[in-house]
């Protein structure tokens, strides 16, 4: 009987989540940061959270760790993690889960280190507090970890201060922090933000390395659909506050149907371009979440939108086996083509932009 219950939990997602909502009261009205997001992650994978910053991604975060707190912040809907409800769970009894359980890696490193403690204190203190360490063997577990996290003279650095190291090795440092007490779940929040090329992309295979050897699941929070192309398991896309696409990684990329997907792929810069070739930005800017557009809140920036776009909301549409989209004219539809004539005939500045971005990569490839 035991058996089957443990193998009835290992085959549940390791954390649910249902229709969660996350407004900030404000004098001017309500923010409505998150807006209705569901998901759901296994065991030992990967979902990546992707959207312009304003999008919601790290507030969707904090509220499932419980770290949106005060008295203007308004929640409700459900987090279920291993099964057990968390949302509204008060600071003292989220502690039974940070650290040990769930674990994050913020945005910036210099913030999120004390600037006045040195990094081997910084290290033990969660070992001590959450594992009841001794001392000496809290140092031991830090510099193991400074070690695992491939920080060069380990022992040295345990008596250093976050200004005296690069911003590769603090977001190191962050990085054995937040897996010091061996996690289930990791959050990572734009871990390579304000990093070198080579140094994100060490970054980002020491938290694929790690995930492995821990067999432990991530959200992996980010602006780039680039950074999540061949390290996630499944891809959420978000847009002013709401989930507006979500699919398999493969899926994602293979059969994009929501014009703001298709728009941040179109983005992202390709080696197999020229030298100098323009970027392909997104027109306009997100909206105000305190009095969004009526309609799909990504409308006024669409190429392929409709009136029927500007006046009603899309709820979401099933795509295939765990595809689903918000869209009334997804991308490759019949609708979507000639919206996008139209719009380009009328000389709407979206649909000019894909246009003349078209022309020109094809001049070069022509070029070429």
Same mark, same amino acid.
């Given at each position: 009987?035991? *058996?089957?219950d443990t193998?009835s939990?290992?085959?549940?997602?390791?954390?649910?989540?249902?229709?969660?909502?996350?407004?900030?009261?404000?004098?001017?009205?309500?923010?409505k940061?998150?807006?209705?997001?569901?998901l759901?992650l296994?065991?030992?994978?990967?979902?990546?959270?992707?959207?312009?910053?304003?999008?919601?991604k790290?507030?969707?975060?904090?509220?499932?760790?419980g770290?949106n707190?005060?008295?203007?912040?308004?929640?409700?809907g459900? %987090?279920?993690?291993?099964?057990?409800?968390?949302?509204?769970?008060?600071?003292?009894?989220?502690?039974?889960?940070?650290?040990?359980?769930?674990?994050?890696?913020?945005q910036?490193?210099?913030?999120?280190?004390?600037?006045?403690?040195?990094?081997?204190?910084?290290?033990?203190?969660? &070992?001590r507090?959450? &594992? #009841?360490?001794?001392?000496?063997e809290?140092?031991?577990?830090a510099?193991?970890?400074?070690h695992e996290?491939?920080i060069? =003279?380990?022992?040295?650095?345990?008596?250093?201060?976050?200004?005296?190291l690069?911003? /590769?090795?603090?977001?190191?440092?962050c990085?054995?922090i937040?897996l010091?007490?061996?996690?289930?779940?990791?959050?990572?929040?734009?871990?390579?933000?304000?990093? #070198?090329?080579?140094?994100?992309?060490?970054?980002?295979?020491?938290?694929?390395?790690?995930q492995?050897?821990?067999?432990?699941?991530?959200?992996?929070?980010?602006?780039?659909l680039g950074?999540v192309?061949?390290?996630?398991? =499944?891809?959420?896309?978000?847009?002013a /506050?709401?989930? %507006?696409?979500?699919?398999r990684?493969?899926?994602?990329? *293979?059969?994009?149907?929501?014009?703001?997907?298709?728009?941040?792929l179109?983005?992202?810069?390709?080696?197999?371009?020229?030298?100098?070739?323009r970027?392909?930005?997104?027109?306009?800017?997100?909206?105000?979440?305190?009095?969004?557009p009526?309609?799909?809140?990504?409308?006024?920036?669409?190429?392929?939108?409709?009136?029927?776009?500007?006046?009603?909301?899309?709820?979401?549409?099933?795509?295939?086996?765990?595809?689903?989209?918000?869209?009334h004219?997804?991308?490759?539809?019949? *609708?979507?083509?000639?919206?996008?004539?139209?719009?380009?005939? *009328?000389?709407?500045?979206?649909?000019?932009?894909?246009?003349?971005?078209?022309?020109? %990569?094809?001049?070069?490839?022509?070029?070429?």
């Amino acid at each position: 009987m035991v *058996a089957n219950d443990t193998t009835s939990m290992s085959n549940e997602p390791l954390l649910v989540v249902e229709d969660l909502k996350t407004h900030f009261h404000l004098k001017a009205g309500a923010v409505k940061a998150v807006d209705g997001v569901s998901l759901s992650l296994d065991r030992g994978k990967t979902i990546g959270i992707v959207g312009e910053s304003g999008s919601g991604k790290t507030v969707l975060s904090r509220t499932i760790m419980g770290l949106n707190l005060g008295s203007n912040v308004h929640t409700e809907g459900s %987090v279920h993690y291993q099964g057990n409800e968390i949302l509204g769970l008060r600071a003292k009894q989220m502690r039974n889960y940070w650290g040990r359980e769930i674990s994050m890696i913020f945005q910036d490193p210099m913030t999120s280190l004390n600037p006045v403690v040195k990094i081997g204190r910084q290290v033990t203190e969660h &070992l001590r507090h959450h &594992l #009841d360490m001794s001392k000496a063997e809290a140092n031991d577990v830090a510099l193991q970890l400074l070690h695992e996290v491939r920080i060069p =003279e380990a022992s040295e650095r345990l008596n250093a201060y976050p200004h005296e190291l690069s911003g /590769g090795m603090r977001q190191r440092v962050c990085i054995a922090i937040a897996l010091a007490c061996g996690p289930k779940l990791l959050f990572a929040d734009e871990p390579t933000t304000a990093l #070198d090329v080579t140094v994100q992309h060490q970054i980002m295979n020491l938290l694929g390395r790690e995930q492995d050897d821990r067999d432990m699941a991530m959200v992996l929070v980010t602006h780039d659909l680039g950074v999540v192309a061949g390290r996630t398991d =499944e891809i959420a896309v978000m847009y002013a /506050g709401r989930v %507006v696409e979500r699919a398999r990684t493969s899926d994602l990329f *293979a059969n994009v149907k929501m014009p703001y997907t298709e728009a941040l792929l179109r983005s992202i810069p390709r080696t197999t371009q020229r030298s100098h070739t323009r970027l392909a930005a997104i027109p306009g800017r997100p909206p105000d979440l305190i009095h969004p557009p009526s309609g799909c809140s990504f409308s006024p920036r669409c190429a392929y939108a409709q009136d029927i776009c500007h006046e009603e909301m899309p709820s979401l549409i099933e795509a295939g086996a765990g595809h689903v989209y918000r869209c009334h004219t997804p991308v490759g539809s019949n *609708a979507a083509t000639e919206s996008f004539e139209t719009n380009l005939a *009328a000389g709407l500045p979206q649909a000019v932009s894909i246009k003349l971005h078209a022309d020109a %990569v094809a001049q070069q490839e022509g070029v070429a």
